[in-house]
């Protein structure tokens, strides 16, 4: 049956092909007429639509000039950011298919620039004024915006629910390479709202509530000795408040820069952490819980640049989880020599992490004491082998001399590079035993899998084993290619890639499921009632049709499969599905996944922190 049903998917995909080359498909036309005005202060989100054409949409501006502070998203069309100066702008945009001949449309759209009437203009040049403006509106939320200038802070701020503080420039630049170890050409200001102190005990703000967002501001403490050990002075202290954002901001000279204690679905884009030096502490961004050993914060942090922290990410707590995408770690605090990114033991074996198409340049990359996750496509740079021995290192589990019970497990480290002359993975062993003369020296990890290969030590045993099975990656291709996307039309067909391992050989592999979920944000938990899902079965070698929880239908997905042996321990899954043409376009998509084995361990849940876009 399967062999007669490939004949005529090719001959429908022909026939679709052919007649799109003779153009049977209506015009392609902007169908936007006009943009709802947008407020400096506040986040301006709107998608241009367009009928018509065929195949993926591209969206460019042909000619003129968005507001200071919006962009506008080639794929989906989404103009957004937060404007940052009054004004008007006229531009044209163009749109393009992947018709043939391609289908080409322009539109010129005038934007407007105003001040809206829940934004509080400050108008001092302090702290509180500020406050004051913050205070105007706690009872309702809005934007509190900073024209360009100094503010000095005597005392904390404090911003409520909902409420948004926004500057008046551009921090341009950021995530820019250096073009040698020891050249610098920082991120710069065009224009800066810059709220600074002269104590370097105090903390700058405080958050009550959820939905704060801080938007192109500079945070400056006073705090540039790298010898003291003092835990006061954070630049941003954000305690039990969800759906906090930060955009193009620059935090510096803090005891801790940005702090997410207990937060959930943060998100930190876009921004500069540097010079947050204090012996003690010195975190660009710090998550952990109401302690550390208790609660946690969850985080993605995406195209932020990291210079001279102590540790630019810092995190530590059962409940935290974390991902790093596309940030440049670079510059190392000489004084303490400390790794850029950094987990503390007191994880409880459930902290998480993704750490993934970063760069680490003239600094000690990473250190690891507890979590599991996926540390993929990171760039180490040779200037990274004048500072530590190894770019990934598991430490030992202790903290401040005191042993903690923490392992490094079900992780998958893949398709970095390396251009040190030193080792990319390191771990040293450890004596549970803690008496000297009946030592029981073990390593603090298992179940880690350097690309097909699981870790093992020539001398040691781990201190642990668990033979569930490990999901290492899931991403998308397009169909027929090896192109991965994130970007894709509903009703199409892509394939996607699962890379699955186990502890006990790859043959011992049963079965997995992959989900397609909306999430707000990324809090790292989805709803299967409101996912799509497709099964595979790997040791029947077959595809089970795609699984609409939503409707309680089963979609038919194409039953192309390939297992490919990829190591000792790792099988490459490929199939295709065709992604469901009625999904929530209003929020992100992303992908969950489920791995079993032949005796029925499953494993821990993977999450794909890059967002999907579906249009």
């Given at each position: ?94 749109v393009t298919d992947e018709a043939v001949p391609q289908g080409i449309d322009t539109k010129t759209f005038t934007l407007a620039v105003e001040f809206s ?426 595809v089970e049709a795609g699984w609409d929880s939503r409707t309680g239908d089963w979609r038919a997905t194409p039953s192309d499969l390939s297992i490919v ?8 899954v490929k199939f295709d599905v065709v992604i469901p043409g009625d999904l929530d376009l209003s929020v992100a998509h992303r992908l969950v996944a489920f ?21």
């Amino acid at each position: 049956m399967e062999v007669a049903m490939k004949p005529i998917r090719m001959l429908l995909l022909l026939s679709i092909s052919t007649l799109a080359l003779v153009g049977c498909h209506p015009p392609l036309k902007i169908s936007t007429t006009t943009l709802p005005v947008a407020h400096p202060g506040k986040e301006y989100r709107e998608t241009l639509s367009a009928t018509g054409g065929s195949g993926e949409r591209s969206w460019s501006l042909a000619s003129g000039t968005l507001p200071r502070g919006l962009s506008l998203d080639s794929f989906s069309g989404n103009l957004s950011g937060f404007p940052v100066e009054e004004g008007s702008s006229t531009f044209t945009v163009k749109v393009t298919d992947e018709a043939v001949p391609q289908g080409i449309d322009t539109k010129t759209f005038t934007l407007a620039v105003e001040f809206s009437s829940d934004t509080e203009v400050v108008s001092g040049s302090n702290s509180s004024s500020i406050q004051a403006a913050c205070d105007a509106l706690k009872n309702t939320g809005g934007g509190v915006y900073l024209p360009a200038g100094d503010y000095i802070f005597t005392n904390k701020v404090t911003v409520y629910a909902n409420t948004t503080i926004a500057g008046a420039g551009i921090l341009e630049n950021v995530c820019v390479q250096e073009t040698s170890a020891w050249s610098d050409t920082p991120p710069e200001w065009s224009g800066r709202s810059r709220c600074y102190s002269v104590d370097g005990d105090l903390k700058l703000f405080e958050t009550k509530g959820d939905g704060i967002t801080f938007a192109h501001v500079m945070v400056e403490g006073a705090s540039t000795n790298p010898h003291n050990d003092t835990y006061k002075g954070n630049g941003i202290h954000v305690t039990d408040s969800h759906r906090f954002k930060m955009v193009n901001c620059e935090v510096t000279g803090h005891v801790m820069g940005l702090v997410l204690r207990n937060s959930k679905k943060a998100v930190v884009e876009d921004s500069y952490f540097h010079h947050n030096l204090r012996k003690a502490l010195g975190y660009g961004i710090c998550v952990f819980g109401p302690t550390m050993s208790q609660g946690g914060g969850r985080v993605i942090i995406r195209d932020c640049e990291f210079m001279m922290n102590r540790h630019g990410i810092a995190s530590n707590s059962p409940d935290t989880w974390w991902a790093a995408l596309r940030c440049y770690f670079h510059d190392n605090d000489p004084v303490t020599n400390q790794a850029a990114v950094d987990t503390h033991p007191q994880g409880g074996g459930t902290l998480r992490y993704y750490l993934a198409d970063c760069t680490f340049e003239n600094t000690r990359p990473t250190s690891f004491r507890d979590g599991f996750g996926s540390i993929l496509r990171n760039k180490f740079q040779s200037s990274c082998g004048w500072w530590y021995s190894s770019m990934i290192k598991v430490g030992i589990p202790e903290h401040n001399g005191n042993y903690v019970d923490s392992t490094f497990h079900d992780s998958y480290i893949a398709d970095n590079k390396n251009k040190s002359s030193r080792s990319l993975f390191s771990t040293r062993s450890y004596n549970y035993s803690n008496t000297w003369w009946k030592p029981k020296r073990r390593v603090p990890v298992y179940s880690a899998f350097l690309g097909g290969k699981k870790f093992k030590s020539s001398l040691w045993k781990p201190i642990k084993t668990n033979p569930r099975p490990v999901v290492g990656e899931v991403y998308l291709t397009k169909e027929g290619t090896k192109t991965r996307t994130r970007q894709i039309l509903s009703g199409k067909v892509y394939t996607v890639n699962a890379m699955l391992l186990d502890p006990q050989g790859r043959k011992n592999l049963e079965s997995m499921t992959v989900y397609f979920a909306p999430m707000e944000y990324w809090d790292g938990s989805f709803s299967p009632k409101k996912s799509y899902s497709t099964t595979v079965d790997i040791a029947g070698k077959g595809v089970e049709a795609g699984w609409d929880s939503r409707t309680g239908d089963w979609r038919a997905t194409p039953s192309d499969l390939s297992i490919v042996k990829k190591g000792n321990d790792r099988y490459h899954v490929k199939f295709d599905v065709v992604i469901p043409g009625d999904l929530d376009l209003s929020v992100a998509h992303r992908l969950v996944a489920f791995a079993w084995d032949k005796d029925n361990h499953c494993s821990l849940h993977y999450w794909d922190p890059y967002e999907i876009t579906v249009r």
